[in-house]
Nanobody, 123 residues
Framework: QVQLVESGGGLVQPGGSLRLSCAAS????????MGWYRQAPGKQRELVAV???????NYTDSVKGRFTISRDNAKNTVYLQMNSLKSEDTAVYYC?????????????????WGQGTQVTVSS
């Protein structure tokens, strides 16, 4: 089991940037695939980005070119750098871990989740 704690959310103006962090503890972080999901009010949870144990990355189309997922295995932390933020990026952002280190877009395949961090993009 992995304990996940997100941080870095907040209020930002359109066009601004935020960096989310997700600190993991309790297991061998480097073998896990890590994902960032988000859920806006009244909408279903959606996958934002995934980074595999080998460092490969995948993004949902709406954030490609604006968001970057990365990981620091020495710090047991995964990051989501978000640039050129838009109002439609407003949501609660969750990180999730998957012990099978390869890519999956299905939230059911992620065993552990953080508590979420609110990102609000508004002028």
């Amino acid at each position: 089991q992995v304990q996940l704690v997100e941080s870095g959310g907040g209020l930002v103006q359109p066009g601004g940037s935020l960096r989310l962090s997700c600190a993991a503890s309790g297991s061998i972080f480097s073998i896990y695939a890590m994902g960032w999901y988000r859920q806006a009010p009244g909408k279903q949870r959606e996958l934002v980005a995934v980074i595999t144990s080998g460092g490969s990355t995948n993004y949902t189309d709406s954030v490609k070119g604006r968001f970057t997922i990365s990981r620091d295995n020495a710090k047991n932390t995964v990051y989501l750098q978000m640039n050129s933020l838009k109002s439609e990026d407003t949501a609660v952002y969750y990180c999730a871990s998957r012990v099978r280190g390869y890519y999956s877009s299905d939230a059911k395949n992620y065993e552990d989740w953080g508590q979420g961090t609110q990102v609000t993009v508004s002028s």
